[in-house]
């Protein structure tokens, strides 16, 4: 048994706190552009300003597997305050508005911060927390994205460098708190650094990569169905309303995931999700409050996710792997799904969702067998 297990009777509930608000200083990387893009083009007319968000993503997509192997390597709390270092001064010098071609650099330095802190972070939090409460605060971490998100949208100012200087300014101090709070030695043995045959390795070994599946194919429908479901049913209160959904969601995974098994709330979700999107294509006056609850049930599919990894791996070098699988494809999911629902016309946004909904359910129900199958889950965390 790894020695922060038999550490972890309680859960520093304050550290889990901190952990979760720099998740927030995290999704915030993202926002903060998306929600200054005005701004940012009047200060580069020209420019393909668009980029300097989804650069952010790239990086998740090609190195995804590197963070999470460099966070086995290095432990997750070294990862965490040296990507919130680098965070802290990319995010300093983009307050100053350089040049586009420099701007764009300090994004894709911000870009590898962020992919180490969405990997680190709920690695962390997993083998700090008391196996009884490890759900729940896996539950919890799936919202970070959202909520951060949301709260950036109600503070976030018109100008551009204000903003990104007060975000570079959190990120250095959540570095302080965290250097202060975070315990030594709460990894076990680490593996070298990441090599390209690790890619093969994990995408080779079902436990690795059951959770990823669910997750990217999970963020392939969210962002898409979030972007023009309003639009697409006509109703324009969705927009604010869908995310919330998703966020209670995941909230619920805790107390569900203390009764059904992570691996069966997520292929059992994807299927509820696409009944009850069938609905909705079936009940055109019940169609938007029924997209709500489908949201509601994608956010169980994504808190699962995050919970299985630990419920799966019982070592944290395996969860930093599994993690970073998590967090590529995740990104995948979150590039190409809004792209794909454009080309095929906001009124498809309710026959992809069955579709996805099926789909999903047949690859992580097939996933996850074979994770259960290679007897990687029977340890002591694994749900009741």
Known sequence: MRPVEAASVTTPWALVAALYATGLVAAGQFAKVSLTLGALAAEYPGAPVAFAVSGVAVMGILFGVYAGGITASIGPRRAILMALALSALAGAGQALLPAFP?????RVLEGAGHLVLVVAIPTLMAALSAPKDRALVMGL????FGVGFALAALLVGEGAAPVY???????ALMAVVLWRMLPRGV???RRPLPRLADHL????????FAPAMGHGTYAFLFLALVTYLPTA?????????LPLAGIAGSLATGPLARIVAPA???SGGFLAMAAVFAAALALPPLAAPLSVLGLLVSGIVAGSGFAAVPWLNEADADRAFANGALAQLGNIGTFSGTPVLAALGVG???PMAIAVGVVGACITALGYRAALRGGAADQGSRVR
């Not at 049913?233 to 969705?238: D, F, G, H, Q, R």
């Open 348 to 350: 498809a946004s309710l």
């Open 165 to 171: 200087g007060i975000h570079a300014g959190l990120a």
């Open 141 to 144: 971490w799936a919202t970070f």
């Open 102 to 106: 420099l701007l764009m650099a300090l």
């Open 187 to 189: 990894a076990a043995a």
């Open 233 to 241: 049913l006509e109703a324009p209160w969705l927009a604010a309303v």
């Open 201 to 208: 390795t994990l995408y080779r070994t079902p436990r690795l």
């Open 264 to 266: 069966h709330l997520v």
